[in-house]
C-alpha cells in the first residue's frame, strides 16, 4: 500500500496551517468541566449518530463539546474527524461557507497528524460544496486528487464515493458520458462492497437523473424508487428527503401535477423538520413550477418569492437565478408586465455573471414577452434576437455533445465486443477446438443482438424527434427490406438491410426543432443546415467493424442522392450511388408521402405511385422503382417484410 504523504496539499495551504494554536473552536461554555478523551470520543460517536438520524441542530451542539474537548486535549487527529462531521451537517443545513473552512482546516489538521484517510474524506467533501457553489472545475480537481489517494491506500468505499461525487459533477456540467462512466463505476463498487450507504443512495439518485435527462423515464422512476427503498431500509431521514424531491421533479417533467405536488409536499415537510434549508429551496422551486402549471398563479408568486429569499440567505447562486425566473414568469402569467422586469432582468444579469448562458435565454425570452406586453417593440425585439442568438449557441454545443457521446457509446460497445471475441480465440487453443467454436457462434449471436438493440434504440431516439410514434423507421426498414428481396437480395442481406435502413436519418438528432418541425418551407440557410443531417449520421456511424455498421453509415450519407446527380450532399450520380442508398431513397419517399408530416398531409397510395413513376431516372433508380412497384402490385406494403 502506498504512502499518501506523496499527496500535494490543497492549493493555498501552508506548512503549519490548521495548527491547534490557530485553529479557532466554539468557546467553552463557562464554569464547564474539560473532558477526558474517552468522553470527548463519546461526544464524537453521539453526534454522527444524531447526524445520520437527521438531528442537525443537535448534533452540531453534542460535535461542539466534543471538539472543545480534543481542542484542549491537543488531539489532532480526532480533532480532524469531529471538524469533518461539523461541516457535513453545515452543508446539509445550507451554510456552505462555514461548511468550506471546516473541512479546510480538518484537512490541515489530518495532514499534520498523518491521518491519510481523513485527508482523503475532507477532499471529497469540499467537493461536494464547491459543486453546490457552482465551482465545478475545484471541486474536480479536489476530487481527481482525493481518488488517486484513495487508491493508494486502498480505500475501496471512499473510492465508490469519490466516483459518485465525479459522476455528479459531470451531471451537472451535462456532460452525459463521463457521468455514465463515473456513476456506473461506483455502482459497481457499491454492489461488490454490499453496500446500504447515503453514499449508495446518493449514486441511484445520481443514475436516476442521468437516465431522466437522457430522456429514460421508467429507469430513472425504477433507480429512484431503489433509493427510496433503501434510504427507509436505512432509516436515513436526509436521504429520503433528497430522493422524494427527485421522484417529484420527474413526475412535474411528466406533467403529472397532483403526483408533483403531493411529493414536494412531503419532501418540503421532512426538510423543514430536519432543518435543511438547501432541500426547501429545491422543494419550493419545483412546488411554485407546479402552482404556475395548475393557474394558481397567486400561490406560485408567494413560493418563488418565498424560494428567493432562501436563495440569497444560504448564497446559492444558481437557486437565485431560478427563483427570480420563475418569479417573473409568475408575474407575466398574470398579466403583471411591468412587475415582471424586475426580478427578470435580475436572473439575466446574475445567470451572465454565473457563465450559465441556458438561463441567460430563458431570461431573454421572458424579457421579450414583457416587453412585448407593455408595448415597447424595439426592445422585446432585443430580447428576442438575444433568446435566438444564444439558444442556437447553447444547441449547437449540446447537438455536437450528444454527437460525441452517441460515438463514445459506439466505440465503447465495438471495443467490448473485440475483448470479448480476443478471450473466446484464446479459448480455442486451450479446449477442444469444436465446443470452443460453438461457443464463439453463440457468443457473437448475442453479442450482434445486443448491437442490434443499441441499434434499433439509437435510430428511435433520432425518429422521436419529428415522429412522436417512432413508426417512420420501422416502416421504411420494411420496406427497404420488401425491395430488396424483390430485386433478389439473398435473405441475410435482406435482414441486414431492415436494420441499417432504420438509421437512415440518424443524423437529425443534431438539427434544431425549429428546422425539423417547421411546418413550412425551409428557407435556404435552414435548408443547408437540414442537409447536414447527412454529414452527421455518417459520422455518428464510421469507424464500424461490422457489416450493419458499415451498410447503415452509406445509407445515412447516400440517401439524399439522386439518380440523375443533383442530389447531396456528394453530388453521385446512377451507379456512383450505393445499392442500398437507392433501395432506401425510395422508401423513405415513398412513406413521407403515405403518411403525415408537420408540412403536408398525407397522399393517397395512387397519387404516390404517380409521383414514383414520375420521378424514376431523374430521383429514384429506375429498377428500384420498379421492384417498389411491385411489391404494391403484390399488396405487400401493408403486410411488411417476413422476419
Not at 120 to 143: D, M, W
Not at 623 to 633: D, G, N, S, T
Amino acid at each position: 500500500m502506498n504512502d499518501v504523504n506523496e499527496a500535494s496539499p490543497p492549493p493555498g495551504s501552508t506548512p503549519g496551517e490548521g495548527d491547534v494554536a490557530q485553529l479557532e473552536p466554539a468557546a467553552l461554555t463557562p464554569g464547564s468541566p474539560l473532558l477526558t478523551a474517552e468522553q470527548a470520543a463519546a461526544r464524537l460517536e453521539e453526534g454522527l449518530a444524531l447526524y445520520r438520524q437527521g438531528s442537525l441542530g443537535e448534533a452540531i451542539r453534542v460535535l461542539t463539546q466534543a471538539q472543545q474537548g480534543f481542542f484542549a486535549l491537543g488531539h489532532l487527529a480526532p480533532l480532524a474527524q469531529c471538524l469533518l462531521a461539523q461541516g457535513r451537517v453545515y452543508r446539509d443545513l445550507g451554510q456552505l461557507e462555514k461548511a468550506v473552512q471546516q473541512f479546510a482546516q480538518a484537512s490541515s489538521l489530518a495532514r499534520q497528524a498523518g491521518n491519510h484517510k481523513a485527508v482523503v474524506e475532507a477532499l471529497n467533501l469540499e467537493a461536494s460544496v464547491l459543486s453546490i457553489q457552482g465551482e465545478h472545475a475545484r471541486a474536480l480537481e479536489c476530487l481527481g486528487e482525493g481518488l488517486a489517494a484513495a487508491r493508494r491506500l486502498g480505500l475501496a468505499e471512499t473510492q465508490a464515493n469519490i466516483l459518485n461525487n465525479t459522476g455528479q459533477v459531470h451531471l451537472a456540467l451535462g456532460d452525459y458520458a463521463r457521468a455514465l462512466e463515473h456513476l456506473k463505476a461506483a455502482y459497481e463498487l457499491f454492489s461488490s462492497l454490499g453496500l446500504n450507504s447515503r453514499g449508495s443512495i446518493s449514486n441511484l439518485v445520481n443514475l436516476g437523473m442521468l437516465y431522466q435527462r437522457l430522456g429514460d423515464s421508467a429507469r430513472a422512476l425504477e433507480l429512484f424508487e431503489q433509493a427510496l427503498a433503501a434510504s427507509r431500509e436505512a432509516g436515513d431521514q436526509l436521504a429520503q428527503t433528497a430522493v422524494l424531491n427527485n421522484l417529484a421533479n420527474l413526475y412535474l417533467g411528466k406533467g403529472e401535477w397532483a403526483k408533483a405536488r403531493t411529493l414536494f409536499q412531503r419532501a418540503l415537510s421532512k426538510a423543514r423538520q430536519l432543518g435543511l434549508r438547501q432541500f426547501e429551496v429545491d422543494n419550493l422551486d419545483g412546488l411554485g413550477q407546479v402552482y404556475t402549471a395548475l393557474g394558481q398563479h397567486p400561490q406560485a408568486l408567494r413560493t418563488h418569492a418565498q424560494t428567493l429569499s432562501i436563495a440569497r440567505t444560504l448564497g446559492d447562486r444558481e437557486g437565485e437565478v431560478d427563483a427570480l425566473l420563475n418569479l417573473g414568469r409568475s408575474h407575466l402569467a398574470m398579466g403583471r408586465f411591468e412587475q415582471a422586469l424586475g426580478p427578470l432582468q435580475e436572473a439575466l444579469s446574475l445567470a451572465q455573471s454565473l457563465g450559465n448562458r441556458r438561463s441567460a435565454y430563458e431570461a431573454h425570452e421572458c424579457l421579450c414577452e414583457a416587453h412585448r406586453g407593455l408595448g415597447r417593440f424595439e426592445q422585446a425585439l432585443e430580447h428576442h434576437q438575444e433568446f435566438h442568438r444564444l439558444e442556437r449557441e447553447v444547441f449547437n454545443e449540446e447537438s455536437e455533445r450528444r454527437t460525441r457521446q452517441l460515438s463514445v457509446q459506439f466505440d465503447l460497445q465495438r471495443a467490448r465486443n473485440e475483448a470479448e471475441m480476443y478471450r473466446l480465440r484464446t479459448e480455442l487453443e486451450q479446449k477442444a477446438r469444436e465446443e470452443a467454436e460453438a461457443k464463439v457462434r453463440e457468443r457473437t449471436r448475442e453479442l450482434e443482438e445486443a448491437h442490434l438493440e443499441v441499434v434499433n434504440r439509437l435510430a428511435l431516439a433520432a425518429e422521436y424527434r419529428d415522429d412522436a410514434t417512432g413508426e417512420h423507421t420501422r416502416r421504411v426498414g420494411r420496406l427497404s427490406a420488401l425491395i430488396a428481396r424483390t430485386l433478389g437480395w439473398p435473405d441475410p442481406d435482406v435482414a441486414l438491410l431492415q436494420s441499417a435502413a432504420r438509421l437512415h436519418d440518424v443524423g437529425k438528432i443534431g438539427i434544431p426543432d425549429a428546422i425539423l418541425l417547421k411546418p413550412g418551407r425551409l428557407s435556404p440557410p435552414e435548408f443547408a443546415l437540414m442537409r447536414q443531417h447527412t454529414h452527421i449520421g455518417s459520422q455518428i456511424l464510421s469507424g464500424g467493424n461490422s457489416k450493419l455498421l458499415q451498410m447503415a453509415q452509406e445509407i445515412a450519407l447516400a440517401h439524399h442522392e439522386r439518380w440523375d446527380g443533383t442530389g447531396y450532399p456528394l453530388g453521385l450520380a446512377g451507379e456512383q450511388i450505393p445499392l442500398s442508398a437507392r433501395i432506401v431513397a425510395v422508401a423513405d419517399v415513398l412513406d413521407a408521402l403515405l403518411n403525415e408530416r408537420p408540412y403536408k398531409p398525407a397522399w393517397p397510395l395512387e397519387r404516390a405511385v404517380e409521383e414514383l413513376e414520375r420521378q424514376g431516372g431523374r430521383q429514384f433508380d429506375p429498377a428500384v422503382v420498379r421492384a417498389c412497384l411491385e411489391v404494391i402490385r403484390q399488396g405487400m406494403l401493408e403486410e411488411g417484410a417476413p422476419e
